[in-house]
């Protein structure tokens, strides 16, 4: 079974403040889904990472792909009360046919 | 265009009872899937629809869970009897090829 990590599980940070968040497994992945979660509705795709060693930037999030392609991160900048959220990465089991969400890491960002 | 539509929005039951969600995807997307949130975990495929024929039901507790998908558009879960241990945010996605899934609001269920 493959299995998604995250890490940290909660983050708690002053507006302004940079922050990476990580997604690990122990398995290759053809590819890995970013998702943000907040309160009361359901996960939004930020972006999906399918090459190695790639680098995607959107606005003031940066994900990387590992090399091994069995783990990614995603860096905020300059983070916003507005990116407060649950952060999930997930990815297509062997079958290639359903995803594999990690736990999430809860971000909370203070005025 | 219009997203994923999930009623209710939120359902408080007591153990033994039954309750069904309804899910109605964005229209021409193929595949539908059911999750199942824990609070503190993500997301748990519970079962997804590729039309109207089921291609994974591998995790769904099949003693108390069913779900269908008539004429391959909307569907519904239903849990029966309900335990406690079902309290849970039931999400519904949907996708067309290749893979991108675009999520409902969730179904906020209490079990009491």
């Known amino acids: 079974t493959q299995l998604l990590e995250q890490s940290p599980q909660f983050l708690s940070i002053q507006e302004g403040e940079n922050l990476t968040v990580y997604c690990n497994s122990s398995?290759?992945?053809?590819?890995l889904q970013w998702y943000r979660q907040e309160p009361g509705e359901g996960p939004v795709l930020l972006v999906t990472?399918?090459?190695?060693?790639e680098v995607k930037k959107l606005k003031r999030l940066t994900f990387q792909f590992g090399d091994a392609r069995k783990d990614s991160s995603l860096h905020i900048t300059a983070a916003q009360p507005g990116d407060t959220g649950l952060y999930l990465c997930a990815g297509p089991d062997n079958y290639g046919q359903n995803f594999v969400f990690g736990p999430g890491t809860r971000l909370s960002v203070l005025p | 265009e219009a997203g994923v539509a999930q009623s209710p929005r939120y359902k408080i039951i007591e153990k033994r009872q039954s309750v069904a969600f309804w899910c109605n995807p964005i229209s021409g997307h193929a595949t539908l899937y059911w999750y199942q949130q824990i609070l503190g975990q993500g997301p748990k495929l519970l079962i997804q629809?590729?039309?109207?024929?089921?291609?994974?039901d591998s995790q769904l507790p099949k003693d108390r869970f069913s779900a269908e998908r008539l004429k391959g558009v909307d569907s519904t879960l239903k849990i029966q009897p309900a335990k406690l241990e079902d309290s849970a945010v039931y999400l519904c996605a949907s996708s067309p090829p290749p893979r991108e899934q675009f999520f409902g609001p969730g179904t906020r269920l209490t079990v009491l």
């Open positions: 629809f590729q039309n109207n024929g089921v291609v994974d």
């Open positions: 990472v399918v090459t190695g060693g």
């Open positions: 398995s290759v992945f053809s590819s």
